[in-house]
């Protein structure tokens, strides 16, 4: 884990009020026992030399019982304190190995303003992936802009996005592009204080590019089916209407209805169950072969299939 200093924020140590209130107490308690204990003294013995004796034992008793109870307290106290201290190095050590191995990279940054709108940022830690993943080093204690020049022009949704969550304070997750590093990225923002933000990311690109892909490919289907000289009608498990052709409209007198999305019962109510029953068969895997099989239409007519 790479951190930026830690800047001295004037924070006070509550171990110094703690100090403070014992030895008020003990003031307090001690001057209540030389007083009370002289007054008492004083009325049960008149003479002058056994109350002297009688001071320097008084005396002697609360060093000792004071000291005895000191040593308690304070040895708890230590007890205490040694716990707390090993508990927050396992804490320490815990976090720091989670960190350490997570595999998603992780940035705390603060947001920096220019006349009350977010113009940059200030990263505070980072995790070992983030260089991995985004191949940017040294970057604590640095400004995006410094790190990575041109991305308040190149990606102004960062800052808006970043903005919106410090302003709410509500946590986002979501996709986008990072025109300034040709990345893209899944991201999860948060906001633990004013101004202040941690994000949890991954580089997602070559899904992106594979679904690109993918739906290069479903066009390129779509537009073949569409411009084929043949009836071809695409549908999904459903029978709803993926793409047709142009020929397919034509021969079943479909016009210029819209029909994908829509079921091919609901286009065809004529469809009889013995087709239905092919159909199933077929989605579930069967292959069916017919060289004329006929179709009665609602308008009386009989299309050959």
């Known amino acids: 884990m790479k951190n930026a200093p830690a ?11 703690l100090a403070l209130r014992i030895a008020a107490i003990y003031a307090i308690l001690g001057g209540l026992w030389i007083y009370l204990s002289g007054f008492i003294l004083h009325l049960l013995e008149p003479d002058h030399g056994t109350q002297q004796a009688w001071e320097i034992g008084k005396g ?3 060093i000792l019982v004071t000291a005895t109870v000191l040593g308690l ?17 396992e804490s ?11 595999l998603e990279g992780f940035v705390l940054c603060r947001l920096l303003y220019e ?53 709410r304070g509500k946590p986002e997750r979501f996709e986008l592009r990072v025109n300034a590093l040709r990345q893209w990225f899944s991201v999860s923002i948060y906001s633990p204080a004013q101004d202040l933000l941690i994000v949890l990311f991954d580089v997602i690109t070559e899904r992106k590019t594979a679904e690109q892909a ?15 000289p043949a009836a071809l009608a695409m549908l999904d498990r459903d029978m709803k209407y993926l793409v047709v052709s142009r020929r397919w409209m034509d021969d079943y007198r479909l016009g210029e209805r819209s029909i994908i999305g829509r079921s091919h019962y609901e286009v065809f109510p004529e469809i ?6 092919i159909h199933r068969r077929c989605l579930a895997g069967a292959v069916e072969k017919n060289d004329e099989d006929p179709f009665p239409r609602a308008d009386g007519s009989t299309d050959w299939l």
């Open 7 to 17: 800047p001295d924020n004037g924070v006070r140590v509550p171990g110094r009020f």
């Open 60 to 62: 002697f008793f609360f």
């Open 73 to 89: 307290v304070l040895a708890r106290y230590l007890r205490r304190l040694h716990n707390s201290y090993l508990l927050l190095r």
């Open 92 to 102: 320490d050590e815990q976090k720091e190995y989670l960190f350490e191995n997570m």
């Open 115 to 167: 006349h009350g709108q977010p113009r940059d940022f200030v990263l505070l830690k980072v995790n070992d992936v983030f260089e991995r993943l985004t191949g940017l080093t040294d970057a604590v204690g640095k400004k995006a802009t410094e790190i990575v020049p041109g991305i308040c022009e190149t990606d102004p949704h960062l800052f808006a996005v970043s903005s919106r969550v410090a302003r």
């Open 214 to 228: 993918l739906r290069d490919q479903e066009e390129s289907l779509r537009r073949f089916v569409e411009q084929s």
């Open 272 to 277: 009889t169950d013995r087709l239905k029953e």
